[in-house]
């Protein structure tokens, strides 16, 4: 079974800092996605990425994949208090019908 | 509609009694998930529908949990003879066949806290 270990489990910094989370799978990654979930809702899709080495940018938000499809890492830029939340990783197994893998995420608290 | 309904948001029940959540998912997505997210966990997959049919249970934990979408739109969990540990969020999510399947829309959830 595929487990995704996400780091650091909690980061709590300033508005304005830069950070970086990290995400690493036991398997090789089919489809790599990151979300943003924000308390009392559900889980918002960022991106989708499935190239080794690729990087993508939302805004302030920088993705990279790893070379090997084995790890991934959010960067965010100047972060802002609209940043907080809990960040995760997910893969769609190869095989599988629909369903997703989740890692447990990281709580980002952004203090103004 | 708009976005993914649940309802009801929150549901405090006790030890041994019988839960249905319901999900209202966006219109005309043939796919619907259900994910149950422990506190301090991510979510963990459960069952998905492609039209009125199971096309994977897996994530069941046992036979006290079972759904159901006979009309191919709404989905209904039930649980049966509720315990403490059932007390998590349940997450429900849709998506469209074919290239939009990767792409799951997410509904807030429904809490549940069986005491």
């Known amino acids: 079974t595929q487990l995704l270990e996400q780091s650091p489990q909690f980061l709590s910094i300033q508005e304005g800092e830069n950070l970086t989370v990290y995400c690493n799978s036991s398997?090789?990654?089919?489809?790599l996605q990151w979300y943003r979930q924000e308390p009392g809702e559900g889980p918002v899709l960022l991106v989708t990425?499935?190239?080794?080495?690729e990087v993508k940018k939302l805004k302030r938000l920088t993705f990279q994949f790893g070379d090997a499809r084995k790890d991934s890492s959010l960067h965010i830029t100047a972060a802002q208090p609209g940043d907080t939340g809990l960040y995760l990783c997910?893969?769609?197994?190869?095989?599988?019908?629909?369903?997703?893998?989740f890692g447990k995420g990281t709580k980002l608290s952004v203090k103004p | 509609g708009a976005g993914v309904s649940q309802t009801p948001s929150n549901k405090v029940t006790e030890k041994g009694k019988y839960v249905e959540l319901r999900c209202d998912p966006i219109?005309?997505?043939?796919?619907l998930y259900w994910y149950r997210q422990s506190l301090g966990q991510g979510p963990e997959f459960l069952i998905y529908f492609q039209g009125t049919g199971a096309a994977d249970d897996s994530g069941l934990p046992n036979d006290r949990f079972f759904a159901v979408r006979p009309e191919g739109s709404v989905s209904t969990l039930k649980i049966q003879r509720t315990e403490r540990g059932d007390s998590a969020v349940y997450l429900c999510a849709s998506s469209q066949g074919g290239s939009g399947a990767n792409v799951l829309t997410f509904g807030a959830g429904s809490r549940l806290t069986v005491l």
């Open positions: 990425v499935v190239t080794g080495g």
């Open positions: 398997s090789v990654f089919s489809s």
């Open positions: 219109s005309g997505h043939t796919a």
């Open positions: 997910a893969d769609r197994p190869s095989g599988s019908q629909g369903n997703l893998i």
